[in-house]
C-alpha cells in the first residue's frame, strides 16, 4: 500500500484565496483524521469522520474551515478565505479502528503558507 | 480532560550516549499510550504503544518505554542513540473518555550530535 497520499506537499498562497487539501486513506481503513501542526500550538485535531461521516468537528477553527469526504478513499479539508495566521502543516491520518491499536497511519503533510 | 506533558521540549546528546525523552498523561481511566517519530519534512511514523500487559514496550529502532500507572507516565528511552535519531518525538494518548482522539504532546527536538 502506499500510505495515506496527501497532495499537494507545499502550498503558498496570498491572503484572501481559497485553499484546498487533499487526502487519500489508505484503504481499507475507515476513520480518517485531519491534524493541524504549528510551532505555537503543536498538533491540533481538526476533524475526523467514520466511515465517510465527521464524527466531531469541534477543532475545527472557525466558519472558514471546511472538510467533505465524499467517499472512502478522498477527504478535502478547505479553507476560505485564507488568512496569515493559517499558515502551518496540515497532516491526514486514516486507521481501520476506533481504538488505534495500530496507531495511526500518517501522510506526509501540506507544508501551507498564507501571505 | 484529558492531557498529555512532554517535559523537555528539546533533549541534545551526543552519539552512542542513553536518551529518556519524558512524557506524562492524565487520565482517570483506562488509556493507551504511544510514542510517534517525524523526521525532517515527514509525517508522524508510530514508535511503540502501550495497550495492555507488561508495562516495558520495545518499539522500532532500539526504542522502548515504561509505563508506570501510579506515576502516570510514559518515559521513553534508548541505550545508545545514533545520528540518525535526530527528530521529533510525539507522546499521544487515546482514552474512551475523550470522545476516541488522540491527544498529542508538544513534542521533544531529539538532537544528537557527534
Known amino acids: 500500500d502506499a500510505g495515506v497520499i496527501q497532495s499537494p506537499r507545499h502550498e503558498v498562497t496570498e491572503m484572501g484565496q481559497e485553499v484546498t487539501l487533499r487526502c487519500k486513506p489508505i484503504?481499507?481503513?475507515?476513520?480518517l483524521f485531519w491534524y493541524r501542526q504549528t510551532m505555537m500550538r503543536g498538533l491540533e485535531l481538526l476533524i475526523y469522520?467514520?466511515?465517510?461521516?465527521?464524527?466531531?468537528d469541534s477543532g475545527m477553527p472557525e466558519d472558514r474551515f471546511s472538510a467533505k469526504m465524499p467517499n472512502a478513499s478522498f477527504s478535502t479539508l478547505k479553507i476560505q478565505p485564507s488568512e496569515p495566521r493559517d499558515s502551518a502543516v496540515y497532516f491526514c491520518?486514516?486507521?481501520?479502528?476506533?481504538?488505534?491499536?495500530?496507531?495511526?497511519?500518517f501522510g506526509s503533510g501540506t507544508r501551507l503558507t498564507v501571505v | 480532560a484529558q492531557s498529555v506533558t512532554q517535559l523537555d521540549s528539546q533533549v541534545p546528546v551526543f552519539e552512542e550516549a542513553p536518551v529518556e525523552l519524558r512524557c506524562n498523561y492524565s487520565?482517570?481511566?483506562?488509556?493507551?499510550l504511544f510514542w510517534y517519530v517525524q523526521y525532517p519534512n515527514q509525517g508522524l511514523q508510530l514508535l511503540l504503544k502501550?495497550?495492555?500487559?507488561?508495562?516495558l514496550v520495545k518499539g522500532i529502532n532500539g526504542f522502548e518505554a515504561e509505563f508506570n500507572k501510579s506515576q502516570t507516565s510514559f518515559h521513553l528511552r534508548k541505550p545508545s542513540v545514533h545520528i540518525s535519531d535526530t527528530a521529533e518525538y510525539f507522546c499521544?494518548?487515546?482514552?474512551?473518555?475523550?470522545?476516541?482522539?488522540?491527544?498529542f504532546g508538544q513534542g521533544t527536538e531529539l538532537s544528537v550530535k557527534p
Open positions: 487520565s482517570s481511566v483506562s488509556v493507551y
Open positions: 469522520f467514520n466511515n465517510n461521516v465527521p464524527i466531531d
Open positions: 499521544a494518548a487515546w482514552s474512551y473518555n475523550q470522545g476516541g482522539k488522540l491527544i
Open positions: 502501550y495497550l495492555s500487559g507488561s508495562t
Open positions: 491520518a486514516s486507521s481501520f479502528v476506533d481504538i488505534p491499536s495500530g496507531g495511526y497511519t
Open positions: 484503504s481499507g481503513h475507515d476513520y
